[in-house]
C-alpha cells in the first residue's frame, strides 16, 4: 500500500510539472528511488528476521534493476523518450511492490502498459494531423516485398533467440519485446539481417518452422511489429509539427530539425529574421504515461492484453 501512495503522489507531481514545464526534476527522481529502496530493503530485513526470507526474491529485484537501468538507457539513446522519461521509468521500476518480483522482469509490463495509452493518444491525434499522415504514407512506402520478407526472417530468428533467454515473461510482452527489438535493431543496424537468417537456420534445426502454431505466432508478432512501429517512428523522426506564431515561442521548445531546445537567445534570433511562423516539434508529455502504465501494472497485475485475453476468454 505504502508504494502504491508513494507512487500516486509522486507521479501526480512529476506528470503536472512534466505536461506543465516539460522538465522532470531530479530531485523527485532520487526521492522516489531511495524511497524505493527503503521500502523494499525493510521487507528483505522484515523477512529475513521472522525467518522467511526469499533469495529468489532479491536476485529477481537486482536482475529487475540492472535490466531496467540498461533499457531506460536504451531507449533513451535510440531517442525513444528523453533522458528524465528514463530515469521516471527507472524510479517507478524501484517503487514495484515485491510481490512483482515473482516474475524475473516486471518492469517490462509497465513499458507495455505505458505505450497502450500512448498508441490511443497518437491515433487521436493522427485524424485532423496532415503531416502524421504524412509519416504513415512513408510507413506504407516501406511496407513492401523485400522490407516484409526481411522483417519476416528477424521476427522468427530473433523470437527463437529471445524465446531461449527470456523464458521466464509470458507469451505477449515476448511477443511485444520481440517486435520492439527488431524495430530497434532496423533501425541501427543496416546489415541485421544477416544475423536473422543464422537464427532462422538455427531454429529450423530445433523446431518445425511450417507448423500451424508457428504461422499464428509470427503473425501475431507481426502485427504487433507493425503496430508499435508505427508509433515509435513518428515519435522519433519528430513527424508531430505545427506550424506556431514567432511571438508565442516559449523556452524549452523544440524547431523541425533542430537539435536542441529553444532558449531565450535563439527566440530573439528568430525574432531578428522577421519570420511569422515556424514548426515546432510536438513533444509527448510521457511521464503522465509511465504514471499511467505503472497504476495498470499494479492494478492489473499483468500486462493490458493478457488482462483483456484472460477476462473476456477465460
Known amino acids: 500500500m505504502i508504494n502504491l501512495i508513494i507512487i ?29 529502496l527503503i521500502i523494499n530493503y525493510s521487507y528483505f530485513l522484515y523477512d529475513f528476521l521472522n525467518h522467511v526470507f526469499n533469495i529468489t526474491i532479491l536476485y529477481s529485484f ?12 536504451l531507449l533513451w539513446h535510440f531517442k525513444f523518450w528523453s533522458a528524465g522519461d528514463g530515469k521516471l521509468f527507472i524510479m517507478f521500476s524501484f517503487l514495484l511492490p515485491l510481490e512483482f518480483y515473482k516474475s524475473f522482469f516486471p518492469s517490462f509490463t509497465i513499458i507495455f502498459n505505458s505505450i497502450v495509452p500512448i498508441g490511443i493518444v497518437l491515433f487521436l491525434m493522427s485524424l485532423n494531423k496532415n503531416n502524421f499522415i504524412n509519416s504513415k504514407k512513408d510507413l506504407i512506402k516501406e511496407f513492401n516485398l523485400l522490407n516484409i520478407i ?15 533467454t527470456l523464458f521466464f515473461i509470458n507469451e505477449v510482452l515476448k511477443y511485444f519485446f520481440v517486435a520492439l527489438l527488431v524495430i530497434f535493431l532496423k533501425h541501427k543496424f543496416n546489415k541485421i539481417i544477416y544475423a536473422g537468417i543464422v537464427l532462422v537456420i538455427i531454429r529450423t534445426f530445433f523446431e518445425n518452422i511450417l507448423s500451424f502454431d508457428f504461422i499464428i505466432q509470427t503473425i501475431i508478432i507481426f502485427v504487433i511489429f507493425h503496430a ?12 508531430y509539427v505545427k506550424k506556431t506564431k514567432i511571438e508565442k515561442l516559449k523556452p524549452g521548445m523544440y524547431l ?8 531565450t537567445e535563439d527566440i530573439k534570433e528568430l525574432n531578428k529574421k522577421n519570420l511569422k511562423e515556424v514548426n515546432v516539434v ?16 499494479i492494478i ?5 492484453l ?9
Open 8 to 36: 500516486s503522489i509522486l507521479g501526480i507531481i512529476i506528470s503536472y510539472q512534466d505536461f506543465k514545464n516539460g522538465k522532470i526534476r531530479n530531485k523527485w527522481i532520487i526521492l522516489g528511488i531511495i524511497a524505493g
Open 62 to 73: 537486482l536482475l529487475n534493476s540492472l535490466i531496467t537501468i540498461f533499457l531506460g538507457y
Open 150 to 164: 526481411e522483417s519476416l526472417i528477424l521476427i522468427v530468428g530473433f523470437y527463437w533467440g529471445i524465446s531461449q
Open 228 to 239: 508499435t512501429r508505427s508509433i515509435i517512428i513518428p515519435l522519433t523522426n519528430n513527424q
Open 256 to 263: 523541425e530539425k533542430w537539435s536542441s531546445s529553444l532558449n
Open 282 to 297: 510536438e513533444t509527448m508529455p510521457f511521464a503522465i504515461y509511465l504514471f499511467i502504465g505503472t497504476l495498470l501494472t
Open 300 to 304: 492489473l497485475q499483468t500486462d493490458l
Open 306 to 314: 493478457s488482462f483483456l485475453i484472460k477476462f473476456f476468454f477465460s
